[in-house]
């Protein structure tokens, strides 16, 4: 299975490759200080998948496995059903 998993890597990074090279062109971007800059259209890709992969790479090997060991206990309110008392009938 990890051959499967290094080969679908290099397969992925391959066509990053391809396809950086192929558009390579300079993106004007507005700044949050309201300056421009022009970045090429990889960078940005590159950038918005790192944005978007790391916190779940960080999440995944680390938070995980100390919830899963009992290391960490989740912040989960319990709740308990409240059972009403049974209804008597009275003799009429």
Do not use: C, H, K, Y
């Amino acid at each position: 299975m990890a051959i499967i998993r290094w080969a679908l890597l290099a397969l992925m990074g391959f066509a990053f490759l391809l396809l950086a090279v192929s558009n390579w062109t300079f993106v004007p971007f507005t700044l949050p200080d309201g300056g421009v800059a022009r970045a090429p259209l990889p960078l940005l890709l590159a950038g918005a998948f790192l944005a978007g992969m790391i916190p779940t790479w960080l999440w995944m090997a680390f938070v995980r496995p100390l919830l899963e060991g009992g290391r960490l206990r989740p912040r989960v309110r319990s709740e308990r059903a409240e059972v009403a008392p049974p209804v008597t009938q009275t003799g009429a």
